[in-house]
DNA sequence: CGCCGGGTTGATCTTTGTCAAGCTCAGTGG
DNA sequence: CCACTGAGCTTGACAAAGATCAACCCGGCG
């Protein structure tokens, strides 16, 4: 039985959902595994045969490039879905990977598609919660090509709001358990890079990072810097 | 009434069809619209109450940063349907653009939402259509990160690629009717550097670019160049 | 104690951007 | 028929952003 009110919490905002829906979704079968920190959920090129949903800790999506490089694509907070799409997509074309410790709740592949076929809502809930998944990721090609410190305070502001979208924190300080090389493997820096930006940012009284947090001193100069718009999040509030 | 054997084509390699779901999508109610080149087909921020299949023509979606730039975040070629998304996302984050003369085919939304709910295989289908284009986004954050040139040798094979899939050409010469200036927005480069990079491509013998056609001089190499992994594309073959 | 992962910093090199000019060619109007 | 125009392409000289290489620091832990 799944015990998510972070991904309950998620989907209602995508979508209104009946008691009715909410019960189908507690009584999914659930399989509860835990995850060390910095350790592999589903590797490149698996075909599992269930999808994940963030119980706690923070995840990410990695893509590893022909040259070895590793590319961070997306971050998941507790109540996501990382991996919906192998639903239909059955070969991974990337790596789900625990950040920090992390427990994940897995639900087979036909108990999801049965639901999904079953209940209009949920389906809507589910499908809009991977086409908010492709938003993010058209944001994040944009993200790339901005100048390194916008980019990295741009992805600051997108953590900070979906860290609040599931109630999991509130500015100023945020839970956000990554290194310095993770932050590079996600906007395509180097370390060194990021920790010079860094260095300005926090230099500049925007923001701060310690060992497994943001600290964010200024929102609203962060946002204008970043050129945040929340638009693409289509979090309906 | 739709006639579109590139979007039918597509579907049956995602998801077998049975010649009633083929019916059933060939009786959509369905809205042609012409849009000359260089035009928007639908503007960020709309609401639009319908989905668009390409026809025939290029199309491509755009974001405008803060700053004023634009960002081509994906092309679209004749069979798909790129904004499938707005069957649930109501509010456009991007703007539809067609960049040669392009016909649309336009379904209301209503029409598109009974189907999907009657007919588990058409929703396969077309869930499975908006996760590969998730999927390219991924590969495009990559993209975003390499070197200039083999971003570029890396777009063409992708190009190349899904345009072997629906049917539309053959190597060595495609169709792709953009100027340099888009591939610089695509790639978040500057003009100056695609038309540099472009000329290194064509004294390599790798790839030639003209007026409206890429020529591809050494496919394997511009491949092997490129670091090019088909798998992202989920092509079932 | 020594090691190691992570963070910090400086010097230097490479890739890409900026600015500015000139070119090509298809379409237009005289 | 030809000159004019303008969008798109090409090239050079120079500047800036970011990468690379090489140290060194710090704190936790075997």
């Known amino acids: 039985v799944i015990h998510s009110p972070h991904l309950l919490r998620k ?22 595994v835990n995850y060390g920190p910095r350790s592999t959920i589903v590797a490149e ?32 907070v507790p109540g996501d879905l990382p991996d919906l799409q192998s639903l239909f997509l059955k070969i ?10 992390c427990t994940m709740g897995f639900v087979p592949h036909e108990d999801l ?42 992805l600051v502001c997108e953590v900070s709001r979906r860290l609040q979208a599931v109630g999991i924190a509130t500015e100023p300080a945020l839970p956000f358990p990554v290194t310095q090389v993770d ?21 500049d009284n925007i923001l701060q990072m310690r060992r497994q947090e943001i600290v964010i001193l200024d929102a609203a100069r962060l946002a204008a810097f970043a050129g945040f718009d929340d638009l693409y999040l289509h979090q309906l509030r």
Chains 1, 2 share one sequence.
């Open 11 to 32: 989907l209602q905002q995508l979508q209104a959902l009946t008691d009715d829906d909410v019960d189908a979704i507690r009584r999914l079968p659930v399989r509860i």
């Open 45 to 76: 090129r698996d075909q599992p045969g269930q999808c994940g949903i963030v119980m706690s800790g923070f995840a990410c999506r990695a893509k590893t490039a022909a040259n070895g490089r590793r590319h961070i694509v997306s971050f998941h």
């Open 92 to 101: 991974m074309d990337h790596e789900l990977f625990a950040l920090s410790a």
């Open 113 to 154: 598609g049965a639901l999904v076929h079953e209940r209009p809502r949920i389906l809507d809930a589910f499908w809009r919660e991977t086409l908010v998944d492709a938003s993010i990721y058209r944001e994040w090609i944009v993200n790339s090509h901005r100048p390194a410190a916008e980019a990295l305070a741009h």
């Open 183 to 203: 932050l590079a493997d996600a906007l395509g820096l180097t370390t060194v890079h990021i920790n010079r930006v860094l260095k300005i940012l926090r230099e």
